[in-house]
């Protein structure tokens, strides 16, 4: 069983909520989606297929390709079940390999205990096999298996990504409470952003949203930040394919038409950091940076780009009230500064948000780490016309 040969069911896993713009990435590069969750796309496709996906998706976490499925009650029928798979025609004799899972067995507490009979299993065929015996853990940075288990059906599937694609790579200092690269790129995709207008983003904290968005405009995938994908290490891989693709992504690459792309923040430290993050990821050209308070920064007069925030959300006691003022001049300025601009604020905190004193045309639901949150529209119109009415409610 030549995997690279083969075609199979295809599962690309993203944070919850993205699962909408993940397909429409998906749709893009030329896929048909048979099945859409929250957090889950289904393709069908080659390990080719999964190459490319790494390399090029924005908003992904993993991507699996599916091997067998059975059913199992218990612990052990797992183990002998897995261990029928012919796992030398899979992996390497002397390859490192981790185990991922879900489980929702009623005979299994702990789902690290299954995870453990599956890694038995595969390593006890190998064993067989090659009279030697394989080296496991936990690290994600090698050759990765992904059991599936809910009541009595598995599913097995290789993880062809290994360490999560959510982070693209590029990012050599997080700076406070980062937003993860993969959601600021969904949040991004899902505003009114044309690519060829302005994009500001004050409050840039370490420069992710501004970072992110020049990586769409001069269209670099992540896969040129990363050089170890778990993929490479399956039996019968080949440079081959992984190679072309990335000739493919770099001549794709546009430094030609990039819009203006403002990142603004009061603290030098994060200017700081935004700086290094943007000269890593090879954008620092595209965007300019600026130490000010938010409402100083630069806005474009007579364009009709879009303007977003994260601010804090106040997750700590007594942060909330010091915060609101924070919320309302954020209203003061798009209305003062960005009329014409699309208007936009990801929160995790709807009652401050209520304070930027604009009813939202969109409320879009993300996650943030565990926080669930929104990121709220406002169209900002010229002249005179503006909607103040009361924040509405889910």
Same mark, same amino acid.
């Given at each position: 069983m030549n995997i690279f040969d083969q075609s199979s069911r295809i599962l690309i896993s993203c944070q919850k909520f993205l699962g909408d713009i993940l397909a429409n990435e998906v749709r893009q590069m030329g896929y048909d989606v048979k099945l859409q969750t929250p957090s889950v796309v289904e393709i069908n496709g080659n390990m080719d297929d999964c190459i490319r996906l790494n390399l090029n998706l924005r908003t992904a976490s993993q991507v699996l390709f599916f091997i067998r499925s059975f059913h199992a009650e218990n612990a052990e029928e797992l183990y002998l079940r897995s261990k029928q798979i012919p796992w030398e025609e899979i992996l390497l004799p002397e390859v490192y390999f981790s185990?991922? #899972?879900f489980v929702n067995n009623a005979t299994i507490n702990n789902s690290m205990f299954a995870n453990v009979k599956l890694k038995d299993a595969i390593v006890d065929r190998l064993r067989d096999v090659f009279n030697t015996r394989p080296s496991t853990g936990n690290n994600l940075d090698a050759a990765a298996i992904h059991l599936h288990w809910n009541q009595s059906f598995v599913e097995i599937f290789v993880n062809t990504s290994g360490d999560s694609l959510a982070r693209h790579g590029y990012r050599k200092i997080p700076g406070t409470a980062p937003m993860q690269e993969a959601l600021a790129a969904a949040v991004i995709l899902s505003t009114k952003w044309d690519k060829k207008t302005p994009f500001i983003n004050p409050m840039c904290g370490s420069g992710t949203l501004g970072i992110e968005a020049a990586l769409i405009a001069s269209n670099r995938p992540p896969g040129l930040f990363r050089e170890n994908y778990a993929f490479m290490h399956l039996k019968n891989y080949s440079?081959? &394919?992984?190679?072309?693709? &990335?000739?493919?992504?770099e001549a794709n690459v546009t430094d030609d038409n990039i819009p203006p792309i403002v990142c603004s923040d009061i603290s030098s430290n994060a200017v700081h950091i935004s700086k290094l993050n943007a000269k890593a990821a090879g954008v620092?050209? =595209?965007? &300019?940076f600026e130490l000010c308070d938010f409402r100083d920064t630069t806005v474009p007069d007579g364009e009709s780009g879009v303007v977003l925030l994260n601010p804090e959300y106040g997750e700590r006691l007594g942060e909330e009230s010091e915060l609101e003022e924070v919320y309302v001049n954020i #209203?003061? =300025?798009f209305k003062k500064n960005c009329s014409g601009y699309t208007g936009y604020v990801f929160s995790g905190n709807l009652d401050l948000a209520k304070r930027v004193g604009l009813k939202p045309k969109r409320k879009i639901p993300f996650y943030s780490a565990k926080i669930e949150c929104r990121l709220m529209e406002y169209e900002l119109y010229r002249g005179t016309r503006r909607i103040l009415s009361e924040f509405g409610e889910d």
């Amino acid at each position: 069983m030549n995997i690279f040969d083969q075609s199979s069911r295809i599962l690309i896993s993203c944070q919850k909520f993205l699962g909408d713009i993940l397909a429409n990435e998906v749709r893009q590069m030329g896929y048909d989606v048979k099945l859409q969750t929250p957090s889950v796309v289904e393709i069908n496709g080659n390990m080719d297929d999964c190459i490319r996906l790494n390399l090029n998706l924005r908003t992904a976490s993993q991507v699996l390709f599916f091997i067998r499925s059975f059913h199992a009650e218990n612990a052990e029928e797992l183990y002998l079940r897995s261990k029928q798979i012919p796992w030398e025609e899979i992996l390497l004799p002397e390859v490192y390999f981790s185990i991922t #899972g879900f489980v929702n067995n009623a005979t299994i507490n702990n789902s690290m205990f299954a995870n453990v009979k599956l890694k038995d299993a595969i390593v006890d065929r190998l064993r067989d096999v090659f009279n030697t015996r394989p080296s496991t853990g936990n690290n994600l940075d090698a050759a990765a298996i992904h059991l599936h288990w809910n009541q009595s059906f598995v599913e097995i599937f290789v993880n062809t990504s290994g360490d999560s694609l959510a982070r693209h790579g590029y990012r050599k200092i997080p700076g406070t409470a980062p937003m993860q690269e993969a959601l600021a790129a969904a949040v991004i995709l899902s505003t009114k952003w044309d690519k060829k207008t302005p994009f500001i983003n004050p409050m840039c904290g370490s420069g992710t949203l501004g970072i992110e968005a020049a990586l769409i405009a001069s269209n670099r995938p992540p896969g040129l930040f990363r050089e170890n994908y778990a993929f490479m290490h399956l039996k019968n891989y080949s440079k081959e &394919k992984y190679l072309e693709e &990335k000739t493919t992504m770099e001549a794709n690459v546009t430094d030609d038409n990039i819009p203006p792309i403002v990142c603004s923040d009061i603290s030098s430290n994060a200017v700081h950091i935004s700086k290094l993050n943007a000269k890593a990821a090879g954008v620092y050209r =595209f965007i &300019k940076f600026e130490l000010c308070d938010f409402r100083d920064t630069t806005v474009p007069d007579g364009e009709s780009g879009v303007v977003l925030l994260n601010p804090e959300y106040g997750e700590r006691l007594g942060e909330e009230s010091e915060l609101e003022e924070v919320y309302v001049n954020i #209203g003061d =300025f798009f209305k003062k500064n960005c009329s014409g601009y699309t208007g936009y604020v990801f929160s995790g905190n709807l009652d401050l948000a209520k304070r930027v004193g604009l009813k939202p045309k969109r409320k879009i639901p993300f996650y943030s780490a565990k926080i669930e949150c929104r990121l709220m529209e406002y169209e900002l119109y010229r002249g005179t016309r503006r909607i103040l009415s009361e924040f509405g409610e889910d």
